[in-house]
């Protein structure tokens, strides 16, 4: 009951949510505006196909369709491609590539010479991985495809039968902006599909099968459910971990405040206020709020004086009082007159000040300064007078009312009665107003590049790559002429370090570790030369027993009587041998020596070629069937190019290499980006180089410059690892971390943690900085 609740859901969001579900051919509306496409009969009438041909189209979706699409694409999962293919035969090609200049995140690819479906996409480590599936699609026949990938989990479906389940680094589908999206080819020269498509689409959602074949069931969770499990439980792991700090921080904050009764005070010229005291400081009016002292000037209220009265300051007062003008006046009103005697005509002789030091009523920000007319108050410099005596005075903000000096490359400062210009971060001080450039080409504060110029500018500083180098100028690489092959690397101009297995000035040749004796396989095997590398491969007759020795002393006998992999015919007796077999005709009987070859009887010394591979000869041999690849001879005019490419002269029938600077011919092998590549009849076929197992290896690392993984101790340095969730991590804070789990070390910002099968390895996150 669940399952059909289950699949009923699916359909449900199948039928109503079509923004899971993206129809790639229409998204580039093929018909209408691509050259080498024809819409032609499909597998089924409900929907359009199109037949891909020619090698000079170019099936590419435009900038606005493509970013709608990995738009959708984008942070998942868990997706499924499906699509219907007649895939003409020999032919190798992209069916969809989904890359950034040389970065393929998602690529989709069958190749007919190697026999094998290959999935390319980036890892979340930012490793790029391709997931090889032996299985023949180019056959010119309809197949039913779908490759659905689940976290780690990619499941291959052909035809509706689950062909392979395999567990895999996980994709990681972060795909940069200004990807391109392209169809039946991987670029507008290389990858060209031949043969029909129809229903390619992207379905985003998990079990995607089922929309193509939808009789097959869901009877088990998929890897993302688990792995979505797993994370619910990191997340909260983590979350345990940021909370148990906090709580514990939080503790002894408490314990610090046990008894304690807290409340905002605020402090004021060495005097300490409650929240909600007030007070009067001069000739302002002051609170004590939320920890900070607020003031405001004391409101004096306007003045209508008799005529023998004037407005006057008294001592100690913050506003002026009417007082009577004769005789002798206070202090206060003697200033006031100081300042008005000219206004009304009054005649200074007729008063007397009294006797009195007037420096002790200049109070806030304020200094008595000695007139002809007298002593009076007068404001500091940088200050503003609060009442019209100057007896108390307040800060002018220079800055916000645009009294400053400063000047270029600075920021104004308010300093109580001044102000400070501070300079721009990278630039260093000429005087107390200007500042100019910090020269971080000369103290060596840049980050170019050791082979790249340093050019100072304006608040900062630029790189340029040294004569013979490439780069942005803060990562510089020498330039070869010609290009290092075969992966090489180049290390100084025009010279290249090449990679294990290779050796020349540009690392074209292929050291043959086989002829040149450098290895010694067991009897039971032979040495294979291998483009970088080799590998003792068991002989005819032997297997290998799982331990994948590396000089072959794992492989032994293949009994062909006991599994039934010989070619006897009925009438003699198989007879197992070491390394072989042997059809033995019982005593007294007359046997034909006839063999049995794909249930067919096969004459004695009869030759045929194989009907699966035309480039193969058979002959049967008292009962023992020999198969071999033909001989070519390409002095031969009569040669079979289609066997034998490597003699077909034809410049159609050439390859360019993938830098676009190199030609090779039909038949031509070469190494690029640890990939073994080779030309056949002008097409480029590129599979991963095989690597020789890891024994015995819990992590495992590919060093810089290499293909292959290496046994390594550390596991802080491994970059592949299987993790294992039963061996956990403890962290500072006494939390079990799954093995894969991340987190940031506590107290730091920038140290990332990771726990791998239950060993802790920390290191400084660049991005962070």
């Not at 700090?245 to 005097?271: F, I, N, P, Q, W």
């Not at 407005?311 to 300042?339: I, R, S």
């Not at 005649?347 to 007139?371: A, G």
């Amino acid at each position: 009951g669940q399952v059909w609740t289950h699949l009923l859901i699916q359909c449900v969001l199948f039928i109503f949510m079509p923004a899971q579900r993206v129809d790639v051919l229409e998204e580039l509306k093929l018909g209408e505006s691509f050259s080498g496409v024809l819409q032609v009969r499909g597998f089924h009438n409900q929907s359009r196909a199109f037949l891909f041909q020619d090698s000079w189209r170019n099936v590419r979706a435009s900038a606005a369709v493509a970013e709608g699409l990995l738009q959708k694409l984008r942070g998942r999962i868990e997706f499924t491609l499906l699509l219907t293919l007649k895939q003409e035969r020999l032919n190798s090609g992209v069916i969809l590539s989904i890359h950034h200049s040389e970065q393929r995140f998602l690529e989709l690819e069958s190749s007919a010479p190697r026999n094998e479906i290959r999935l390319h996409y980036h890892t979340q480590d930012q490793r790029p991985h391709t997931e090889v599936f032996p299985y023949r699609l180019a056959d010119d026949r309809w197949h039913k495809i779908s490759v659905g990938v689940s976290s780690s989990h990619i499941v291959l479906h052909v035809d509706c039968s689950r062909i392979y389940e395999r567990v895999v680094d996980t994709p990681a589908m972060d795909i940069p902006a200004l990807s391109s999206v392209w169809l039946g080819q991987r670029n507008a020269a290389h990858g060209f599909y031949k043969g029909i498509m129809q229903d390619v689409q992207l379905v985003l959602m998990p079990q995607g099968h089922i929309s193509q074949c939808p009789d097959l069931n869901r009877t088990c969770p998929t890897c993302n459910d688990f792995h979505g499990l797993v994370q619910k439980i990191m997340e909260l792991q983590d979350l345990l971990a940021k909370t148990s700090s906090k709580l514990a921080r939080a503790e002894e904050k408490m314990k610090s405040l046990d008894g304690c009764y807290c409340e905002k005070t605020c402090s004021l010229d060495g005097e300490v206020y409650r929240e909600g005291d007030a007070w009067i400081d001069g000739c302002r009016n002051c609170t004590c709020s939320n920890g900070t002292v607020k003031c405001e000037a004391v409101y004096c209220p306007p003045l209508l004086c008799a005529p023998d009265t004037a407005p006057t300051y008294m001592p100690g007062a913050c506003c002026k009082e009417c007082q009577q003008l004769p005789g002798t006046m206070a202090l206060d009103a003697c200033f006031l007159l100081f300042t008005t005697s000219r206004e009304r005509s009054i005649d200074l002789d007729l008063f007397t000040c009294p006797p009195m030091d007037i420096s002790q009523i200049c109070v806030e920000n304020s200094e008595c300064v000695n007139l002809e007319a007298g002593a009076c108050c007068s404001c500091k410099d940088g200050f503003r007078s609060l009442r019209d005596d100057s007896a108390y005075c307040q800060d002018i903000d220079e800055c916000a009312e645009g009294k400053h000096y400063c000047r270029e490359n600075t920021v104004c400062v308010n300093t109580p009665g001044s102000f400070m210009c501070i300079c721009h971060t990278g630039y260093i001080r000429i005087d107390d107003y200007s500042c100019t450039e910090h020269d971080e080409c000369v103290t060596g504060q840049h980050d170019c590049d050791e082979n790249a110029l340093c050019f100072n500018t304006v608040g900062g500083h630029s790189c340029s790559c040294k004569p013979g180098f490439v780069g942005n100028g803060t990562v510089c690489r020498a330039l070869c002429d010609g290009l290092c092959q075969n992966g090489g690397s180049c290390i100084s101009p025009d010279t290249c370090i090449c990679q294990q297995g290779f050796t020349g000035k540009r690392c074209e040749t292929d050291i043959d570790e086989c002829l040149d004796g450098f290895v010694e396989c067991d009897s039971r095997a032979t040495c294979v030369n291998l483009p970088g590398w080799y590998h003792c491969e068991c002989r005819d007759g032997y297997h290998d027993n799982g331990m994948f020795s590396a000089n072959g002393e794992s492989c032994e006998d293949i009994d062909e009587c006991e599994m039934e992999r010989h070619s006897c015919a009925n009438d003699t007796v198989c007879f197992n041998m070491d390394g072989s077999y042997d059809c033995r005709c019982p005593h007294g009987k007359n046997c034909s020596g006839d063999c049995v070859h794909d249930n067919k009887v096969k004459h004695n010394s009869q030759i045929w070629v194989l009907d699966s591979d035309r480039c193969s000869v058979c002959s049967c041999q008292n009962g023992l069937v020999m198969c071999r690849r033909m001989v070519c001879d390409c002095d031969n005019p009569t040669a079979d190019l289609f066997c034998c490419p490597e003699c077909d002269p034809r410049i159609s029938s050439q390859c360019l290499h993938q830098n676009g600077v190199l030609t090779y011919s039909s038949g031509d092998s070469w190494v690029e980006n640890c990939q073994q590549c080779q030309c056949l009849r002008g097409e480029v076929d590129c599979w991963p180089i095989s690597c020789p197992p890891v024994q015995d290896c819990e992590f495992t690392a590919i060093p810089e410059g290499e293909c292959c993984p290496r046994c390594v101790t550390n596991p802080c340095q491994a970059n592949t690892i299987s993790n294992d969730i039963t061996k956990t991590c403890t962290d500072e804070h006494g939390i079990s971390r799954f093995s894969g789990s991340t987190w940031t070390k506590h107290g730091t910002e920038c140290i990332l943690c990771q726990c791998k099968n239950g060993h802790v390895c920390c290191s400084v996150d660049p991005l962070c900085l």
